[in-house]
C-alpha cells in the first residue's frame, strides 16, 4: 500500500543523511521519491545496468550480489544502495533482488546529484571513494589468516580409519590433519574414507596414513581469499591445509568461505530488526568479533569499521524501543532516545559498553513517568543482554537523572556553562557527543543548537573545557619512547584508548564546540574544523593523518586478539610491533601531543 504524503516524510525524518536536512528542504525532497513495490524474487537492477537513482528499502528486503553473484549484503528498512554505481558513472556495480515483499522509495538520479551537489552532509554520507579503500568484506582480498580457522584437529598416522572417522563425527568436522609433531604429513576428509575405505571395502582397521592425502596442497596465512577460491576450483578440493614456517597453523574449508560470507553488518542488521526479543539478538550480536575481524582484514578503514558496528548497536536499540512500546503500548507523550559516548559518535569498537538518556516532552503528566521507567528499564536490560554492559558510571536512561522532560535538561546545560565545576566539565564532555537513536528528533534539534551557542560564547566554560580535554595525554615517554602502564593487569602496555584516541576525541569535542559545529563523530569534527577555518589545513591533515594511524593500530590489535581466542581490549603491547611501527605510532602521538599545546596555548590550530 503506497504511503500517504505525511507517512513519507515521517520515515524520512528517520533515516540518515536525510534527517539532517533542513525541515523545508525535507518537505521539497520527500514528493521526488518514487514509490515501488517489489514481490519476493523481482529483480531491482542488474549488474552494469544504468541505474535510475538511489533506491531506499522502507518495508521489506533487498539482496546485493557482486559480479561474481556472491551475496555482499542483505538489506532492511532504512538501507540505501545504488549510491556506489550512482558516483562512479551511473552504471549498478552490484545487482540486486527483492527476497520479500518490498517496498521501495527511488529518489531520481538527477535529484540524487543535486542532493549531492547542494548538501555536503549527503555527499560526505554517500561518496565513499577514498584513496587506499578496499571493498568491504571482500573475500578475494582478505588474508587466509582472517578466514581459516586455527587450531585444527589433528590425529597420527598409526589412528585407525574407525577412529579418524569418530573424531570427526565427535567434533563435527568433515577433516582431519594428520601430524608428526607440529609438521603435515597428510590429510583425511570424509571423501577419502567413502572413496578408499567403504567404496573398496577396505577393513575400518586400515591405519590412516594408508588413506590420507600425503602432503597435500598448502597456503601460507599471508595468503589471500581469492588464493583458496582458485586452488579449490582448479585442483577439485574443499579443505586446504595453512603451514607457516613449516608448522600447521590452520586449515581452510568451504565451510570457513561460506561463513565468512554470511557475515555482513547488513545481514546483521536485517536480522536484529526482525528479532523478537533480546536473547534472539544477542546472538547476532555475537557476530560482532567475527565481523570486526573481517573489516579490519578487508582493507577497510577505521571509521567504515566502527560506523558499520555502530549501526549495528543503533539497529538494536531501535528494536528494543519498538519492543518495549509493544509490550508496554503507546508511549503517553513523545520521547526521544539518544546514544552519548562511543555509540554516539559512532565510534564503537570489539569493545563497548552503553551510554544512553531520554529527553521526553514537556507535556509529560504527573503519571506518565512509570511508563518511561519501565521502557527505560526494558531497553537498557536488553542492550545488556546483547553485549552493550551497563554503564560503570551509571549514564544510562533507567537513571531518573538521565530520564528527564526538555526543560529539565535545558536547565542541565545552563548550569554546566554557568557553572563548569570538574564533575559539570566531565557531564558536559559527555553530553556534547549526543545522537538521537529513536523517537522523535525534533526534541533535540533546538537544545543542540542553543547549548553550543551558549558554550561557545562563554568563555570560562569554554576555557574549563579545553583544560579538561587535556587531561587525557599520549603515552610519550624519554628519549622518543613510548610511556607504558607501570604496573597492574595492564603492565607495560598503551593504553590505546584513554591515551591514544581520546586524546583526539576531545580535541574534536573542543574544535565542534569553538566552531559550534554540530556533528559528533571526531573525524568528521577535524574535517568540519578546517572547514570552518578553527583548524589550518596543515594542522588538519596532520592531525587526520594522526588520528587515523591511532584508531587503525587499536582495531587492528583488537582484531589480532580476536583471532587469537582472546577477548579484545584496548591494551597494546609495545613488543607486538615492529620497529617501524613504533615509530610512526609515536610520530602520531607527538602530532596530538602538539595540538593539544596549541589549544591549551589558545592557539587552536597548527599554522
Not at 229 to 254: C, D, N, R, S, Y
Not at 338 to 363: F, H, K, P, W, Y
Not at 428 to 456: C, H, N, W, Y
Amino acid at each position: 500500500m503506497p504511503l500517504s504524503d505525511a507517512a513519507l516524510l515521517r520515515f524520512l525524518t528517520s533515516v540518515h543523511p536525510y534527517d539532517s536536512l533542513e525541515p523545508a528542504l525535507l518537505q521539497e525532497l520527500a514528493p521526488k521519491f518514487r514509490q515501488i513495490e517489489a514481490a519476493a524474487g523481482d529483480p531491482v537492477y542488474a549488474l552494469n545496468e544504468e541505474l535510475q537513482g538511489l533506491y531506499l528499502v522502507h518495508t521489506g528486503e533487498v539482496e546485493v550480489t557482486d559480479e561474481n553473484g556472491i551475496p555482499v549484503s542483505i538489506l532492511g528498512p532504512r538501507n540505501s544502495f545504488g549510491e556506489r554505481g550512482l558516483t562512479r558513472g551511473g552504471r549498478a556495480a552490484t545487482s540486486a533482488q527483492a527476497t520479500a515483499d518490498t517496498l521501495l522509495l527511488l529518489l531520481p538520479k538527477a535529484d540524487f546529484h543535486a542532493l549531492m551537489a547542494s548538501q555536503p552532509k549527503v555527499a560526505k554520507f554517500f561518496d565513499r571513494r577514498r584513496p587506499g579503500s578496499t571493498d568491504t568484506g571482500s573475500l578475494a582480498t582478505t588474508r587466509v589468516e582472517a578466514i581459516m580457522a586455527r587450531d585444527p584437529v589433528t590425529c597420527s598416522g598409526g589412528l585407525t580409519c574407525q577412529g579418524a572417522a569418530q573424531l570427526m563425527r565427535d567434533r563435527r568436522i568433515s577433516s582431519v590433519c594428520v601430524t608428526d609433531g607440529d609438521t603435515l604429513q597428510g590429510i583425511l576428509t570424509t571423501r577419502d574414507l567413502t572413496a578408499r575405505i567403504l567404496a573398496e571395502g577396505k577393513p575400518i582397521s586400515t591405519p590412516v596414513c594408508n588413506v590420507m592425502t600425503p602432503d597435500p596442497l598448502t597456503l601460507a596465512p599471508s595468503a589471500i581469499g581469492s588464493d583458496v577460491l582458485h586452488m579449490m576450483m582448479e585442483h577439485g578440493i574443499g579443505h586446504i591445509p595453512v603451514v607457516e614456517a613449516g608448522k600447521l597453523a590452520g586449515i581452510v574449508t568451504q565451510t570457513d568461505l561460506t561463513r565468512f560470507q554470511a557475515v555482513s553488518s547488513g545481514e546483521m542488521v536485517s536480522a536484529i530488526a526482525r528479532a523478537g526479543s533480546a536473547g534472539e539478538m544477542a546472538k547476532v550480536t555475537a557476530e560482532i568479533p567475527r565481523l570486526l575481524v573481517q573489516l579490519v582484514a578487508g582493507g577497510n578503514r577505521h571509521e567504515v569499521v566502527t560506523r558499520l558496528i555502530t549501526d549495528i548497536a543503533d539497529t538494536a536499540t531501535r528494536r528494543l524501543l519498538a519492543l518495549a512500546e509493544a509490550k508496554l503500548g503507546p508511549a503517553p507523550v513523545p520521547y526521544l532516545w539518544l546514544a552519548c559516548g562511543s555509540q554516539g559518535r559512532r565510534e564503537q569498537t570489539g569493545v563497548s559498553d552503553q551510554d544512553n538518556c531520554l529527553i521526553l516532552s514537556d507535556d509529560l503528566a504527573e503519571g506518565d513517568e512509570p511508563y518511561f521507567e519501565q521502557l527505560a528499564k526494558f531497553v537498557c536490560d536488553g542492550l545488556n543482554t546483547c553485549g552493550y554492559v551497563y554503564c560503570p558510571g551509571d549514564m544510562m536512561a533507567s537513571n531518573p537523572r538521565w530520564r528527564q522532560p526538555l526543560h529539565a535538561w535545558r536547565n542541565y546545560f545552563r548550569g554546566w556553562i554557568a557553572k563548569p565545576d570538574p564533575e559539570a566539565q566531565m557531564l558536559a564532555s559527555v553530553m556534547f557527543d549526543l545522537r538521537p537513536i529513536g523517537g522523535d528528533a525534533a526534541l533535540f534539534a533546538d537544545l543542540q543548537q542553543e547549548t553550543l551557542k551558549a558554550a561557545s560564547a562563554n568563555s570560562i566554560f569554554t576555557a574549563h573545557m579545553i583544560a579538561n580535554s587535556l587531561k587525557h595525554t599520549p603515552p610519550l615517554g624519554l628519549l622518543r619512547g613510548l610511556a607504558t602502564i607501570r604496573s597492574g593487569e595492564h603492565r607495560n602496555t598503551l593504553d590505546m584508548k584513554h591515551n591514544g584516541v581520546v586524546p583526539v576525541v576531545d580535541l574534536g569535542r573542543v574544535y565542534a564546540l569553538q566552531g559550534q559545529l554540530d556533528g559528533v563523530n571526531t573525524r568528521a569534527r577535524l574535517e568540519a574544523a578546517e572547514a570552518a577555518g578553527v583548524l589550518s589545513p596543515s594542522g588538519a591533515r596532520d592531525l587526520l593523518d594522526a588520528y587515523d594511524l591511532i584508531a587503525q593500530t587499536r582495531l587492528e590489535h583488537q582484531a589480532a586478539q580476536i583471532r587469537g581466542g582472546q577477548a579484545p581490549d584496548n591494551y597494546l603491547a609495545p613488543s607486538d610491533l615492529s620497529d617501524f611501527e613504533r615509530s610512526h605510532l609515536r610520530d602520531a602521538f607527538v602530532v596530538v601531543k602538539t595540538m593539544q599545546s596549541a589549544v591549551g596555548h589558545g592557539k587552536g590550530m597548527l599554522s
